[in-house]
């Protein structure tokens, strides 16, 4: 099970910090991801980081933007955006899959990001 948590309004230039809770299951073998999907648009892959290891990987739309992180003692994976634009609005998403699997498996519910010009 995926919570995500920690979106809300900021204004442009401003920074927020996701956080996704990872319950109910080992997920020392998986990578964690995050994902976005603005109104009218599909959703769009951002960053994900392995669990075991802790590489990323970034969409070019946001590199250099936002770091993706985890704490394993808390285990919980992080989004950390800054620079905000009001591009960034949309719902945010946690997910999970795998290191062998082609599809995320585990999906949080989302949380909303909002930001003003």
């Known amino acids: 099970q995926l919570q995500a948590c920690g979106g809300g309004l900021a204004q442009t230039g401003g920074s927020l910090r996701l956080s996704c809770l990872a319950s109910?299951?080992?997920?020392?073998?998986?990578?964690m991801g995050w994902f976005r999907q603005a109104p009218g648009k599909e959703r769009e892959f951002l960053a994900s980081?392995?669990?075991?290891?802790?590489?990323?990987y970034y969409a070019d739309s946001v590199k250099g933007r936002f770091t993706i992180s985890r704490d394993n003692a808390k285990n919980t994976v992080y989004l950390q955006m800054f620079s905000l634009r009001p591009g960034d609005t949309a719902v945010y998403y946690c997910?999970?899959?795998?290191?062998?699997?082609?599809?995320?498996?585990?999906w949080g519910q989302g949380t909303q990001v909002t930001v003003s010009s």
């Open positions: 980081i392995r669990w075991s290891g802790g590489s990323t």
């Open positions: 109910g299951r080992t997920f020392t073998n998986y990578i």
């Open positions: 997910a999970a899959k795998a290191t062998w699997s082609t599809s995320w498996e585990y």
